[in-house]
C-alpha cells in the first residue's frame, strides 16, 4: 500500500490475522505491502509474522550473505559486430476501442507460435526483461530459484503476464487405460509390479469404454484428454498399439485434444501416433539426472530423453516435467529445471508434480516411518511448489507450467499462489492414473472464484492482455538470417 494513505485503510487489527492460515497472511502482506500493517500492543506481534512468512523467505537468509545480483531472464547474445544485425525496440499498438480483444489468439500448434516469434530477442514490462533461451547455466537458474520469495513471485508472475493471458487456464483429464502390472521398479509408483500396494493389474480399457471417459470428461469442461497406460515401453504390442491409435483417432474426433504417455517410444510408434491425431505425447524426467539412479534403475535417464527426441521428432508436442518430494535436494530441482531449459526445443508443457506418498512403495513406507528421517520424501509444501512453478516460468516464457499430482493437498489459496508464480494448465477429474484428484465441480467452483476460464480445445493460448495493450516493450532482432548463414 502506497505510503501517505489514511491508516484506516491499513490492515490495523489482529483480526486480519487471527484466522488466517501462514499462506494467507503472506498474500495479504503480498498484495497490500508490509507498510500497511500497524502493530500495537493490540495487535499482531512481529514473532507472529515472522513465523508466517517463514516458509516463504528461507531463501532470503542464503541471499544475503551472497553478492546481490539483477537477474535477468534475457539473452546472452551480442550482436553489435554484426552490420546486418538491427536491434528493433516497439511497443505494440493498442487495437481500436471495438476490437474484440477475446479472438486474439495464438496458433494452437507450438511451432507454429514460436515460429512467429522467431526474431523477437526479449520483452520488457515493469523493470523485468525475459526471453526464450536454450544455454542456460545451472548456476543462472539456481540463482533465480534462491531470489526471495517475494522477488521471485514477482518476477514469474510479471514473466507470466508478458507471454500469458493470466485468466485462462487449461483443463486435462487424465485417465488410466491400462493400469498395474508394469515391470519398472519406479520408486514412488503404486502400480510397478515389484511394490505390493492396493492397486490390482487391470487389462487395456476397451476402445468404446476410453471414448465414453472421453465425452464425460468434455461434457465437464476438459479441453484435453491424456490416456496412460502402466508399461515400460510399447515394444512389440502390435495389438494394443493398434487399439491406442483408434482411440486417439475417436478421441481426436470428438473434438478434444488427445495426449498420451505409453512409456518408451520408438521413432516409427511416434510418427504413427501422430498421424492418428495425437497433439501431445508425456514423458517426465522426474529429477535431476544425478538423483535419478536413485528413484528408477530400470530404465535410464537417456532412454527418457531419447524418447522424448523421437516424439519431437514426429511433431508431436513434448509434455515433460517432475516429481518433487522425491528426497531430492534443492539442487536436484535446479538440476531437472536445468535439462528442459536447455533441450532443443522447450517442452510444450511441464507438468510441476507433488509425490502422493502410496502404501508400499519404497518411497511411501519411508515417508511413513516415523522413526526415519524422511529426507525430503513428500514432504512438499505450496511453497515448494509455488519456487519450481515460478522458477520454470521464468526460464521457459512459452512453455505452459501445468500444476498436476498433489493438487489435492493444497487448498484453494495455495493453488492460487501457483496460479500467480505462472501455472497456466491443470489435471482435473476425481483421479490421475490411480491417485485422487479434486472433483470437476470443485475445480468449476474454483475457476469461478479466480475468475479463469478454460483454454478452449484445438485453439491456440489467448495473446497476453499486456501484449495486447501496448504494455509491453518487445526488442526484436532482424538479419538473423545473415548472422547465421
Given at each position: 500500500m502506497p505510503r501517505g494513505w489514511p491508516m484506516t485503510s491499513c490492515l490495523r487489527t489482529h483480526k486480519i490475522f487471527a484466522r488466517r492460515s501462514p499462506l494467507e497472511i503472506y498474500l495479504l502482506l503480498f498484495f497490500f505491502g508490509s507498510d500497511s500493517i500497524l502493530l500495537t500492543s493490540h495487535t499482531v506481534t512481529m514473532r507472529t509474522i515472522g513465523s508466517a512468512l517463514r516458509g516463504a523467505t528461507l531463501a532470503f537468509t542464503r541471499s544475503r550473505t551472497a553478492p546481490r545480483a539483477v537477474i535477468r531472464a534475457s539473452a546472452s547474445r551480442n550482436f553489435s559486430a554484426n552490420p546486418h544485425v538491427v536491434i528493433d525496440k516497439f511497443v505494440s499498438s493498442p487495437p481500436p476501442p471495438s476490437a474484440h480483444h477475446e479472438a486474439l489468439r495464438h496458433p494452437n500448434d507450438v511451432h507454429d507460435r514460436n515460429a512467429n516469434y522467431i526474431s523477437e530477442d526479449s520483452r520488457s514490462m515493469a523493470g523485468v526483461t525475459a526471453s526464450v533461451r536454450h544455454n542456460w547455466t545451472k548456476?543462472?537458474?539456481?540463482?533465480?530459484?534462491?531470489?526471495?520469495?517475494?522477488?521471485?513471485?514477482?518476477?514469474?508472475?510479471?514473466?507470466?503476464?508478458?507471454?500469458?493471458?493470466?485468466a485462462e487456464v487449461q483443463q486435462c483429464t487424465l485417465l488410466s487405460i491400462k493400469t498395474g502390472g508394469c515391470t519398472e521398479d519406479c520408486s514412488y509408483c503404486s502400480q510397478s509390479t515389484r511394490h505390493k500396494t492396493f492397486v490390482k493389474p487391470t487389462p487395456t480399457m476397451k476402445v468404446q469404454e476410453v471414448l465414453e471417459a472421453a465425452k464425460r470428461a468434455k461434457d465437464a469442461g476438459s479441453t484435453r484428454f491424456c490416456m496412460g497406460a502402466a508399461w515400460r515401453e510399447l515394444g512389440n504390442k502390435k495389438n494394443a498399439f493398434n487399439h491406442i491409435l483408434d482411440m486417439v483417432r475417436g478421441v481426436n474426433g470428438m473434438g478434444l485434444e488427445?495426449?498420451?504417455?505409453?512409456?518408451?517410444?520408438?521413432?516409427?510408434?511416434?510418427?504413427q501416433l501422430k498421424e492418428a491425431g495425437l497433439t501431445a505425447y508425456n514423458h517426465n524426467l522426474d529429477t535431476s539426472p544425478e538423483h535419478y539412479p536413485n528413484v528408477i534403475t530400470t530404465r535410464t535417464y537417456e532412454d527418457r530423453l531419447q524418447t522424448i527426441a523421437n516424439v519431437r521428432d514426429a511433431g508431436i508436442s513434448v509434455c515433460c516435467g517432475g516429481i518433487l518430494g522425491l528426497g531430492e535436494k534443492e539442487t536436484d530441482r535446479v538440476g531437472l529445471l536445468h535439462v528442459?531449459?536447455?533441450l532443443p526445443e522447450h517442452p510444450e508443457s511441464v507438468p510441476i508434480n507433488a509425490l502422493v506418498a502410496v502404501e508400499g512403495t519404497p518411497l511411501g513406507d519411508a515417508s511413513a516411518d516415523d522413526e526415519t528421517e524422511s529426507d525430503g520424501i513428500a514432504d512438499v509444501d505450496a511453497f515448494d511448489m509455488a519456487r519450481m512453478i515460478a522458477t520454470a516460468r521464468i526460464v521457459m516464457p512459452r512453455t505452459m507450467v501445468r500444476l498436476s499430482a498433489g493438487r489435492l493437498s493444497f487448498s484453494d489459496a495455495e493453488q492460487f499462489l501457483m496460479f500467480q508464480a505462472g501455472a497456466n494448465s491443470i489435471f482435473n477429474g476425481d483421479k490421475l492414473l490411480t491417485t485422487d484428484n479434486p472433483a470437476f465441480?470443485?475445480?468449476?467452483?474454483?475457476?469461478?472464484?479466480?475468475g479463469f476460464v478454460g483454454k478452449p480445445a484445438h485453439a491456440g493460448p489467448r495473446v497476453a492482455p499486456s501484449e495486447v495493450t501496448g504494455?509491453?516493450?518487445?526488442?526484436?532482432?532482424?538479419?538473423?538470417?545473415?548472422?547465421?548463414?
Amino acid at each position: 500500500m502506497p505510503r501517505g494513505w489514511p491508516m484506516t485503510s491499513c490492515l490495523r487489527t489482529h483480526k486480519i490475522f487471527a484466522r488466517r492460515s501462514p499462506l494467507e497472511i503472506y498474500l495479504l502482506l503480498f498484495f497490500f505491502g508490509s507498510d500497511s500493517i500497524l502493530l500495537t500492543s493490540h495487535t499482531v506481534t512481529m514473532r507472529t509474522i515472522g513465523s508466517a512468512l517463514r516458509g516463504a523467505t528461507l531463501a532470503f537468509t542464503r541471499s544475503r550473505t551472497a553478492p546481490r545480483a539483477v537477474i535477468r531472464a534475457s539473452a546472452s547474445r551480442n550482436f553489435s559486430a554484426n552490420p546486418h544485425v538491427v536491434i528493433d525496440k516497439f511497443v505494440s499498438s493498442p487495437p481500436p476501442p471495438s476490437a474484440h480483444h477475446e479472438a486474439l489468439r495464438h496458433p494452437n500448434d507450438v511451432h507454429d507460435r514460436n515460429a512467429n516469434y522467431i526474431s523477437e530477442d526479449s520483452r520488457s514490462m515493469a523493470g523485468v526483461t525475459a526471453s526464450v533461451r536454450h544455454n542456460w547455466t545451472k548456476q543462472e537458474i539456481a540463482e533465480i530459484y534462491s531470489l526471495p520469495f517475494h522477488e521471485l513471485m514477482y518476477r514469474a508472475s510479471t514473466v507470466h503476464r508478458m507471454y500469458w493471458d493470466p485468466a485462462e487456464v487449461q483443463q486435462c483429464t487424465l485417465l488410466s487405460i491400462k493400469t498395474g502390472g508394469c515391470t519398472e521398479d519406479c520408486s514412488y509408483c503404486s502400480q510397478s509390479t515389484r511394490h505390493k500396494t492396493f492397486v490390482k493389474p487391470t487389462p487395456t480399457m476397451k476402445v468404446q469404454e476410453v471414448l465414453e471417459a472421453a465425452k464425460r470428461a468434455k461434457d465437464a469442461g476438459s479441453t484435453r484428454f491424456c490416456m496412460g497406460a502402466a508399461w515400460r515401453e510399447l515394444g512389440n504390442k502390435k495389438n494394443a498399439f493398434n487399439h491406442i491409435l483408434d482411440m486417439v483417432r475417436g478421441v481426436n474426433g470428438m473434438g478434444l485434444e488427445v495426449c498420451c504417455t505409453l512409456g518408451m517410444l520408438n521413432a516409427e510408434q511416434a510418427r504413427q501416433l501422430k498421424e492418428a491425431g495425437l497433439t501431445a505425447y508425456n514423458h517426465n524426467l522426474d529429477t535431476s539426472p544425478e538423483h535419478y539412479p536413485n528413484v528408477i534403475t530400470t530404465r535410464t535417464y537417456e532412454d527418457r530423453l531419447q524418447t522424448i527426441a523421437n516424439v519431437r521428432d514426429a511433431g508431436i508436442s513434448v509434455c515433460c516435467g517432475g516429481i518433487l518430494g522425491l528426497g531430492e535436494k534443492e539442487t536436484d530441482r535446479v538440476g531437472l529445471l536445468h535439462v528442459l531449459a536447455t533441450l532443443p526445443e522447450h517442452p510444450e508443457s511441464v507438468p510441476i508434480n507433488a509425490l502422493v506418498a502410496v502404501e508400499g512403495t519404497p518411497l511411501g513406507d519411508a515417508s511413513a516411518d516415523d522413526e526415519t528421517e524422511s529426507d525430503g520424501i513428500a514432504d512438499v509444501d505450496a511453497f515448494d511448489m509455488a519456487r519450481m512453478i515460478a522458477t520454470a516460468r521464468i526460464v521457459m516464457p512459452r512453455t505452459m507450467v501445468r500444476l498436476s499430482a498433489g493438487r489435492l493437498s493444497f487448498s484453494d489459496a495455495e493453488q492460487f499462489l501457483m496460479f500467480q508464480a505462472g501455472a497456466n494448465s491443470i489435471f482435473n477429474g476425481d483421479k490421475l492414473l490411480t491417485t485422487d484428484n479434486p472433483a470437476f465441480d470443485e475445480d468449476t467452483a474454483l475457476f469461478q472464484k479466480l475468475g479463469f476460464v478454460g483454454k478452449p480445445a484445438h485453439a491456440g493460448p489467448r495473446v497476453a492482455p499486456s501484449e495486447v495493450t501496448g504494455q509491453v516493450e518487445i526488442t526484436q532482432v532482424k538479419g538473423l538470417e545473415q548472422q547465421y548463414a
